[in-house]
């Protein structure tokens, strides 16, 4: 599979942050090494996936705010990631809420890989 690593990764950072695995210093450490559009991207799928009222998205939102709060840094990656053609592209074939974690990552790794 091309990009095998790249995706394992990403699905590290989505899943740490979405099933709470890994701390906010952890999670900031993968973030911080990531590609803005790959961060852009992470943090998007969580917010269309766990919007307010479904269950889990309370304690998914708190990791994201806590980590976008102590690494400031990490909100500024996801500004410079929203403006990435790759971006346009994927939110007008695709829809967020419609794809797995697996099969997004797969997806985005390999166009921003390819």
């Known amino acids: ?3 095998e690593y790249e995706q394992q990764q990403a699905l590290r950072i989505l899943e740490g942050i979405e099933l ?3 701390g906010t ?3 900031y450490g ?3 090494d ?3 559009t790959l961060v852009y991207f992470i943090l998007t799928w969580l917010r269309e996936r766990y919007r307010p009222g479904q269950p889990a998205a309370e304690a998914i939102t708190g990791r ?3 980590i976008c709060r ?5 909100t500024q990656q996801f500004k410079n990631g929203q403006s990435d053609p790759v971006v346009s592209w994927f939110e007008d074939a ?3 809420r419609d794809l797995d974690a697996r099969g997004f990552i797969a997806l985005v790794v390999e166009k921003l890989e390819g």
């Not at 102590?70 to 990490?74: L, T």
Request: proline share 8%; no cysteine; glycine share 4%.
């Open 30 to 32: 993968l973030l911080r």
């Open 34 to 36: 990531a590609d803005p």
């Open 25 to 27: 210093a952890e999670s």
């Open 1 to 3: 599979m091309a990009f």
């Open 20 to 22: 709470g695995t890994m």
């Open 94 to 96: 695709y829809t967020y």
């Open 70 to 74: 102590a690494h400031p840094d990490v």
């Open 64 to 66: 994201v705010v806590e």
